[in-house]
Each structure stands twice: as structure tokens, then as C-alpha cells.
């Protein structure tokens, strides 16, 4: 019978679990709310409470599980370093209490680079060799798979991309330095970019909009998407901005393609043409016709991409 794999795909407001086989078909899913304002042990026990229902669902059992989460992990040690999104989230062991209660190996792994395994094993990237991908969001996130195989590292940041700095004088990242990428193009600089718009009395537009709300990157687009030049120039900024750091990652890398995946696709064009046209400008020779392709898993990548790990991790062994 097909082998099946439990997938959990963990942010700071929701945990989803799923049974996904060895083909990327996900024959089951559980969403539960994150619990505020909970102790780490408590999240461990919600963690794991979750996936023991979802193992339920298998017949036959699932041979490994896997949890997708952001933030700094040391995937061989099963540990989440820091999370930003889950406060108490330091230091702590996830995979140890996991797989003695499911009785199978437990892995984990930081879900941008999750997400690249999962396009690259079910997705937009099947058929590549090589592979960086980027995932847009609230924050920018980036994996990379070379030769086939998830590249981690020698301490399991690869792929971070969204702390590369592109402008020394650019807006403060959460991280502390200046001018990262993610803090220049992610969905949450791109609400700063709206609440500047604001405050400067420049967008009626944009203020209709937002009313008496918080500023936000959608908020930003839609005032675009109806005419306002000014968000327009924002979000086109951003994408150009975008091509420049994954231009200058396709000379180091040469990769057979680019995927991108995350919120921010929504923005369309309006935000996909200039990083293109960036990305290409800046490629050196051959790179410059380096395919970009939109991630095809949809609702269901962050399952998929802890899957995809658990898979390889198991053929690995």
C-alpha cells in the first residue's frame, strides 16, 4: 500500500497536520488555532496531540513525521533555536517527545526551506536539478535544493535570503540590521510603505481604504489596483528591489529555475514584472534566461514541504 507521512505545518496563529503520501496526494488535515499566551510544554503537548489524531486517519501507519516551522532550526538536532512568531519557543527540542509517542522518526525543519523541497519534490520545480526558492510573505524566506537534495549548510542557515542586505541606509529589520531584503519587499515593509503614504497625507485613495484600520500590504495593492500611482511606484519598487537580491543569487548559484511562493503573489504582475525584469538585467550570461515559476501547491505547500523532508530524511537514512 501507498506510504504515508504525518506533515505539520506550524505558524504563530495555526497549526496544520496532515497525512500526505509518498506522491504528494494529501488524504487528510486537521487545523487547529495556536494556543496564546501557552508555555512551550504546552505547545509541545498541542503539537503533539495534533498529529497523534491525524495518525489515526492512516492505514497503514505513517513511517515518519515532520513539522514546518519559522525561524532559526538545527534540523539535526530536532531543535527550534528561535522562533519569532511563538514566543518561549528557545532552544527547545521538538523531535524527541514527538517521535516517542508516535512511536516513527520525528523531524523538523524551518518551513521557507520546507518549501523548497516541497516544490521541488511536488511542485513548480519538479524536473530541476537545482533549485532556489522564495517565499514572499509577511517576512521573505528562501530555500535551496542542489544536486537534488535540501542544502542546509554547515549550521543550517542556508537559504535565508531575507537577511541579505540590499540597502545599508534602508528601513531597520526585525533582525537589527538595516536595509535587509526583508525589510525592504516582505508583506510587512510593504505596510510601512502604506503608513508612511499616511502619514505624509499623500494617498486619499489609500486612506478611504484603510479607514480607521492598520495599514497593510493588501491594503497597499488594492489602492494600486484603482488607480493610485503613488502605491503603484511602492510595489513596483519592491519588485524591482526583489530581482536585484534574486539576480544576484542566480550568478552565485545558477540555478535551473527560480519559484516563488507566499501572500505577496497576490500583488500579480504589478509586483512579478519588475523583479523579473531586475532579475534578468542582473543574471550574467545564460543565467539571464533562468526561468521563474509561481508554486502550484497552493493552501496545501506547508504541508507538502514538511512531507517532502520526512521523505528525504527517510531515504537518506
Known amino acids: 500500500m501507498t506510504q504515508t507521512v504525518l506533515?505539520?505545518?506550524?505558524?504563530?496563529?495555526?497549526?496544520?497536520a496532515g497525512l500526505v503520501t509518498a506522491d504528494g496526494a494529501v488524504i487528510s488535515r486537521l487545523d487547529h488555532a495556536t494556543p496564546e499566551n501557552a508555555t512551550p510544554a504546552e505547545i509541545v503537548r498541542d503539537v503533539t496531540n495534533l498529529l497523534v489524531r491525524a495518525a489515526r486517519a492512516a492505514t497503514p501507519p505513517p513511517v515518519a513525521a515532520c513539522i514546518a516551522t519559522a525561524g532559526l532550526i538545527n534540523a539535526e538536532a530536532g531543535m527550534v533555536i528561535f522562533a519569532p512568531n511563538i514566543p518561549g519557543f528557545r532552544n527547545l527540542v521538538l523531535t524527541t517527545p514527538l517521535a516517542a509517542e508516535l512511536g516513527i522518526p520525528a523531524f523538523i525543519e524551518n518551513d521557507a526551506s520546507a518549501a523548497a523541497l516541497g516544490e521541488f519534490r511536488f511542485g513548480a520545480g519538479r524536473g530541476c536539478r537545482d533549485l532556489l526558492h522564495a517565499t514572499l510573505g509577511t517576512g521573505i524566506g528562501g530555500g535551496l535544493v542542489i544536486e537534488?537534495?535540501?542544502?542546509?549548510?554547515?549550521?543550517?542557515?542556508a537559504g535565508e535570503i531575507g537577511h541579505m542586505i540590499i540597502d545599508p541606509s534602508g528601513a531597520r529589520c526585525r533582525c537589527g540590521s538595516r536595509g535587509c531584503l526583508e525589510a525592504m519587499v516582505s508583506g510587512v515593509a510593504f505596510a510601512n510603505r502604506a503608513r508612511i503614504l499616511l502619514d505624509a497625507g499623500k494617498s486619499e485613495v489609500l486612506r478611504e481604504i484603510v479607514g480607521y484600520g492598520e495599514p497593510t500590504a493588501a491594503a497597499l495593492?488594492?489602492?494600486?489596483?484603482?488607480?493610485?500611482?503613488?502605491?503603484?511606484?511602492?510595489i513596483?519598487?519592491?519588485g524591482h528591489l526583489l530581482g536585484l537580491a534574486l539576480g544576484g543569487l542566480v550568478n552565485v548559484l545558477d540555478p535551473d529555475a527560480v519559484t516563488l511562493s507566499?501572500?505577496?503573489?497576490?500583488?500579480?504582475?504589478m509586483l512579478l514584472d519588475p523583479m523579473r525584469q531586475a532579475m534578468h538585467s542582473l543574471a550574467y550570461g545564460a543565467a539571464a534566461g533562468t526561468p521563474v515559476k509561481l508554486s502550484t501547491l497552493g493552501d496545501d505547500g506547508g504541508l507538502l514541504g514538511a512531507a517532502a523532508v520526512a521523505f528525504e530524511r527517510l531515504e537518506g537514512r
Do not use: I, K, W
Open 236 to 238: 513596483r519598487h519592491g
Open 7 to 16: 506533515a505539520a505545518d506550524f505558524g504563530g496563529t495555526h497549526l496544520r
Open 221 to 234: 495593492h488594492r489602492a494600486a489596483q484603482v488607480g493610485d500611482t503613488l502605491c503603484e511606484a511602492e
Open 262 to 269: 507566499g501572500g505577496l503573489l497576490a500583488m500579480g504582475d
Open 148 to 157: 537534488g537534495r535540501l542544502y542546509r549548510g554547515s549550521r543550517g542557515l
